[in-house]
């Protein structure tokens, strides 16, 4: 069975479902730059999966976001991405999550 990444971008908001990994990721990557101008936030709410290389991407994503001094906050992160990135020895600012 194939993985699959779909999102879904809401005015500000960018929602991610499916799989995010090495093998579902490049149509996103693509599509980075459009995605980005203006995001606020990005919903992992709807990820079954992240690998190493989606959470790159994430990473990248939300440099791309906050250029220019804006700000972008991640929902729904879970519990597995977030020991990944604790096991990558990222700063907690790297990943900033929402607070509501």
């Known amino acids: 069975m ?5 999102w879904e971008r809401q005015d500000a ?3 991610l479902t499916g799989t995010l ?4 990721l490049m149509p996103l990557w693509d599509q980075r730059q459009t995605l980005t101008d203006g995001l606020q ?4 709410s709807g990820l079954a999966r992240v690998d190493t290389a989606g959470l790159a991407l994430l990473v990248q994503l939300i440099a791309l976001a906050q250029t220019g001094g804006r700000s972008v906050t991640l929902e729904g992160m879970s519990e597995n991405l ?17 607070t509501d």
């Open 82 to 98: 977030t020991t990944l990135a604790k096991l990558y020895n990222l700063p907690e600012n790297v990943l900033p999550t929402s």
């Open 2 to 6: 194939s993985a699959e990444l779909h």
């Open 13 to 15: 908001r960018l929602h």
């Open 21 to 24: 990994d090495r093998e579902t």
């Open 41 to 44: 936030r990005i919903d992992l």
